[in-house]
């Protein structure tokens, strides 16, 4: 492999919980190999140096203030490429929820009588402000998808967003589907990737990957009550992960 | 019963023998419940095996062509490359007719032109002990013909009130039974036991197709204008589920995965479905089956038209596994019941 100068690249926290840049650092071996690669100039979670000087800006979470609008505008303009990192990134997450109330009341209740101190608006995945040229989905992402991503994009390929539903991954896994086991998920109408890492562990797909590219939600709807959920079960079922399912 | 020479009869004790001595010498996959639902599964005991009678919801494909498997290891720097070959002794145990009818066209599949050296290899170490089955309401193999098989496994076990009537289709199946399971020739009364058995089998079937099977390639090749696919493709969500568990798709796609050393790699098979959104998208972003409809369509044609040309035989088994596992409740024979009539009336 010829030498080359390493792309700076910088990770950026936005309205989250920094579990995916944690999935990142848990990529202990591979890390050495990731930094022959880049030069990582700013990284609040592991690393007490800052830098503006970047090429590749990954941003977890979530905007949520008029301050991250303003921030995350200014990163668009210095970066060449900026890949979202996660749930809150690519859908808006579960920040989301709160978008269902007044953001008044979002307030009050969260933070009682200091609730005057906080500025706060509505919730939302990073591409409603920006542009953003790759999205790496999940709750939190997985590491094997990061370092996939990794090396297509300093080998120059593109990289490849799963397109199929959570059912392929069930299948692969040997799952008995969930609806068999009376239970409800979302796995047939969103992006999978995960490995069905949630039902193999006796849980359910509860979306946090958006809907894949041309999901059959009516027909989901549809099945969700015939299985006996109500409209409002359907409802709060399909919108649990973000407004926006990317 | 002409044939009686070639049934013998093994104790349960027997059987258990059997298992034990596979396990012995070779990986063992026997069907258990699985959260209540019948699957088949590594186990590491006979007392594990229960011979379940209804199909399981994921075919046994997976033993011979894995969902996930290495082709080649590469190094770039190196730029040498060595072909991977994982295969190891192995017996699944408790398959039933349909699925030793669909394991018999997947070795016709691999082994037609190039030879498939990763499928061939495995399927060569492989064991195939069937055992009986009873219809439940998706099951419809009777409709395309034999609801029992004469060939293509290496022990069938019926199972009686007490042991089991075993049937022998390779040396490699009698020798084993010879070694472990005792056998001795079955009286007459377990015969007729047998018989009964078959009977009452035969008389189950709910599900059944309304022409032969000779007759559906033909009635499938007009039905490419039917309304029948738009209705279905309209509440299909595309997810794969009945590629995924029919034992008899066998599309996969090839990809090479490069570590974040971006030197060492593998060249990677994964299963693939024509049903799902990118199968049919190529190069350019150009897709020849855009819709859930157009790819349904492609899916049932291949199934009963368009592999019988190659092959000489319809490629759905009955099993009727893609119904069962289809949420929006597309079910196989019914679609084709529809074809049937609609065929009739032009």
Not at chain 1, 200 to 224: F, I, K, M, Q
Not at chain 2, 179 to 191: I, V
Not at chain 2, 257 to 262: D, F, G, I, K, S
Not at chain 2, 264 to 276: A, H, K, N, S
């Amino acid at each position: 492999m010829r030498d080359f100068e390493r792309p700076k690249a910088a990770f950026f926290s936005f309205t989250s919980c920094e579990g995916c840049q944690l999935a990142i650092l848990s990529c202990e071996e591979a890390l050495p190999e990731i930094l022959k690669r880049i030069e990582v100039v700013n990284f609040r979670e592991a690393m007490s140096e800052r830098s503006d000087d970047y090429k590749i800006a990954f941003i977890e979470g979530s905007v949520s203030t008029e301050e991250e609008i303003a921030r995350v505008t200014k990163i668009r303009e210095r970066a060449d490429f900026v890949v979202a990192l996660g749930a809150c990134a690519t859908t808006g997450g579960l920040n989301c929820l709160k978008n269902r109330f007044p953001m008044d009341d979002v307030k009050r209740i969260v933070y009682g009588k200091d609730a005057g101190q906080i500025e706060t608006v509505p919730a939302r995945p990073i591409d409603s402000v920006i542009k953003v040229d790759y999205r790496l989905h999940g709750c939190p992402i997985s590491g094997k998808e990061f370092l996939a991503f990794f090396a297509d994009l300093v080998m120059g390929r593109s990289p490849r967003t799963p397109n199929y539903p959570v059912c392929v991954d069930c299948k692969m896994a040997g799952n008995i589907c969930v609806f068999e086991k009376g239970m409800y998920c979302v796995g047939p109408v969103t992006r999978a990737g995960c490995d069905a890492i949630c039902v193999t562990y006796g849980s359910v797909c509860w979306g946090c990957r958006g809907y894949v590219d041309d999901p059959n939600v009516n027909a989901h709807r549809e099945t969700l009550k015939r299985y006996g959920l109500t409209a409002k079960g359907v409802a709060q079922k399909l919108d649990l992960y973000g407004g926006k399912k990317q | 019963m002409e044939e009686n020479a070639q049934y013998l009869y093994i104790t349960d004790r027997g059987f258990k023998a059997l298992v034990k001595g596979l396990l012995k010498e070779r990986r063992v996959y026997g069907t258990v419940r699985k959260d209540g639902f019948p699957a088949f599964k590594e186990i590491s005991g006979a007392e594990e095996i229960e011979l379940v009678q209804t199909p399981t919801h994921l075919s046994a494909k997976e033993f011979l062509f894995p969902q996930r498997e290495v082709l080649l290891k590469f190094d770039i720097k190196d730029n040498t490359h060595e072909a991977v070959v994982e295969a190891g002794d192995q017996a699944i145990i408790g398959l039933h007719p349909c699925d030793i009818r669909a394991i018999g066209l997947m070795d016709r599949v691999f082994s037609c032109g190039a030879q498939d050296v990763n499928y061939l290899a495995r399927r060569g170490r492989t064991i195939l002990i069937g055992s009986d089955c009873m219809p439940d309401r998706y099951c419809f193999c009777k409709s395309l013909g034999d609801t029992d098989v004469d060939s293509g496994f290496d022990i069938f076990l019926h199972r009686l009130k007490t042991g089991f009537i075993a049937r022998t289709g390779t040396e490699v199946g009698a020798d084993l039974i010879r070694k472990f399971a005792g056998p001795r020739m079955p009286s007459p009364r377990e015969l007729t036991e047998l018989e009964g058995l078959r009977t009452r089998r035969e008389g189950s079937f709910t599900a059944t197709l309304e022409a032969p099977p000779e007759a559906l390639p033909g009635i499938y090749a007009m039905s490419d204008e039917s309304p029948v696919w738009e209705r279905i493709g309209s509440i299909c969500y595309g997810c794969g589920s009945c590629n995924n568990v029919c034992p008899t798709c066998y599309c996969f796609d090839v990809r090479d995965e490069v570590r974040a050393n971006l030197n060492d790699g593998e060249r990677v098979r994964t299963w693939d479905g024509c049903t799902l959104d990118d199968f049919a998208r190529v190069s350019g972003g150009h897709d020849f089956r855009k819709t859930r409809a157009a790819r349904l369509k492609h899916r049932f044609n291949r199934k009963f038209r368009y592999l019988s040309g190659r092959f000489d035989s319809l490629f759905c088994v009955g099993c009727g596994r893609c119904s069962r596992a289809c949420l929006v409740r597309i079910n196989i024979a019914e679609v084709t019941n529809e074809l049937i009539r609609e065929s009739y009336k032009k």
